[in-house]
């Protein structure tokens, strides 16, 4: 039985929950708290579990026993036990009333083949499960998952390399970190070509993330566990003072979160030159300045990034100041949960010096006179092998691909510094009957709302600043 079986297998458990009222992601929640027991013993690693709290106690207490047993077991890790056990079960509940539910579980996961598991590798299999998670619309996860294609890509035309400090400030399930981590043990034969100093930092300092939400938090940490990440994983807002100290990074991999603050609140970072409401405008701000001199970054942001007056304007003027700003690949549309999001990523990297830094900028269109992505046509590596090869040549202007163009700094400046450029069409606004989301509707248009208060805002207080002089 591979992977791929045993996650179906696992997937189809959350049907017997049904009654239970239980949803999807709560389902996986439950899941790691009972598949990480199964896990640790798999590997070895229960030394951080107090014996009457392991696997082999779990597995044999059946009906009401059970019941308060798992309670008592989620209770006393979340509160009593150390490190790593102690950060994933924090805070830790369950959410299954019916004990028979329970025993089923425990029992369909005992009876699996870890052998196959084991060999074809447990975080590979617990990546799987988050991955089904997100592609079912139901769960809302999708939210917190990037489509592993793309983090791919990305890593790859990143190259993180040993003894490089990785962040993630929004790293939900840690996908972008995991991906950074496996690029450079298959550069590195395991890391067997490291000496022991090297090694060591690689597992416990050189992949690190921020995550807001609590559960999110905590699968993070279960999957960086299972792929041999020790480093820090905080749980805490990257827009708050929490995060004003990560920095000094020499990549930054990320897909920050979309909208706007509560409310049209701004960041509550007093060290953010352009406070704004707009979240992915100040993980933006937060990202070019957590990087060190001559790091680099490459960031999923929505379209209105590109084209946002007045604050939006500074920070793209301050990022093109600060970095190299050099490519933007326009991302297809429908790759991510949210089925009208227009997304890009941005790969810049920080200067020397924090003046002029973007001579230009190529735009690479993968959004037009494309197919219409989803469960009948997933997004492959094949889809982006034109540009990575473009990406990767030495000399872009003797590239020949229509979906390539440049802009240089003096261009964009023209056209008041909208980077809403690079797109060979323009496009035709349609409507996916098939796959409208009213939730997500409904979020982008209070989403236009608060930019459209947030622009009065800055428009008083431009005028009051005025006024004053």
Same mark, same amino acid.
């Given at each position: ?8 297998? &696992? ?32 590997? /070895? ?12 106690? !779990? ?64 975080? %590979? ?61 298959? %550069? ?59 920095? /000094? ?21 007093? +060290? ?5 409401? %707009? ?21 999923? !942001? ?15 003027? +301050? ?9 933007? &690949? ?9 089925? /009208? ?5 941005? $790969? ?14 190529? $735009? ?84 236009? !709302? ?20």
């Amino acid at each position: 039985m591979n992977n791929q079986e045993i996650v179906a297998k &696992l997937w189809n458990l959350s049907n017997v929950l049904r009654d239970d009222g239980i949803t999807y992601h709560q389902y996986v929640t439950e899941l790691t708290y009972i598949l990480f027991l199964k896990m640790a013993k798999e590997t /070895g690693s229960e030394g951080g579990i107090p014996a009457q709290y392991r696997w082999d106690e !779990l597995r044999t207490k059946s009906g009401i026993e059970l019941k308060r047993f798992y309670r008592d077991l989620l209770q006393y890790l979340g509160e009593e036990a150390t490190g790593r056990v102690q950060e994933i079960y924090a805070g830790s509940s369950t959410n299954i009333d019916e004990p028979k539910n329970l025993e089923k579980i425990i029992k369909s996961i005992d009876g699996l083949d870890w052998y196959s598991a084991r060999e074809e590798g447990l975080g %590979n299999l617990y990546e799987g499960l988050l991955e089904k998670n997100a592609n079912e619309k139901k769960s809302g996860a999708g939210q917190y998952f990037t489509p592993r294609v793309l983090i791919d890509v990305m890593v790859r035309l990143i190259d993180p390399q040993p003894g490089e400090l990785c962040n993630d400030p929004a790293c939900g399930t840690f996908g972008f970190m995991i991906a950074a981590s496996e690029h450079v043990r298959n %550069n590195t034969d395991n890391l067997f070509n490291l000496d022991a100093d090297q090694a060591e930092f690689q597992i416990k300092k050189a992949f690190t993330g921020i995550e807001l939400v609590h559960d999110a938090h905590r699968l993070a940490l279960m999957n960086a566990m299972l792929h041999g990440i020790e480093a820090p994983i905080l749980l805490a807002d990257t827009l708050s003072p929490a995060g004003k100290n990560a920095k /000094g990074f020499d990549v930054v991999l990320t897909n920050p979160p979309f909208g706007t603050k509560r409310g049209g609140e701004r960041a509550t970072r007093d +060290d953010l030159t352009f406070p704004t409401s %707009n979240k992915q405008l100040n993980f933006l701000q937060h990202i070019y300045r957590s990087l060190k001199p001559g790091g680099r970054a490459a960031v999923v !942001l929505p379209d209105n990034v590109l084209f946002a007056d007045r604050d939006g304007r500074r920070i793209r003027e +301050d990022l093109m100041d600060k970095c190299n700003l050099h490519t933007i &690949l326009r991302l297809p549309t429908g790759i991510f949960y949210a089925q /009208g999001v227009k997304t890009n990523v941005l $790969f810049f990297e920080r200067g020397l010096t924090d003046k002029g830094n973007t001579d230009g900028i190529w $735009f690479y269109d993968l959004r037009s006179d494309m197919p219409s992505f989803g469960k009948r046509t997933p997004l492959t590596v094949a889809h982006f092998g034109d540009f990575e090869a473009m990406y990767m040549a030495k000399d872009r202007t003797l590239v020949d691909d229509k979906r390539l163009t440049y802009f240089s700094r003096e261009d964009i400046a023209a056209k008041e510094d909208s980077l809403d450029l690079g797109l060979m069409q323009a496009e035709a606004e349609t409507f996916d009957f098939e796959n409208f989301d009213p939730t997500a509707s409904a979020l982008e248009a209070a989403g236009l !709302l608060d930019e459209a208060a947030d622009i009065l805002r800055s428009l008083a207080k431009d005028l009051q600043f005025g006024e004053k002089n």
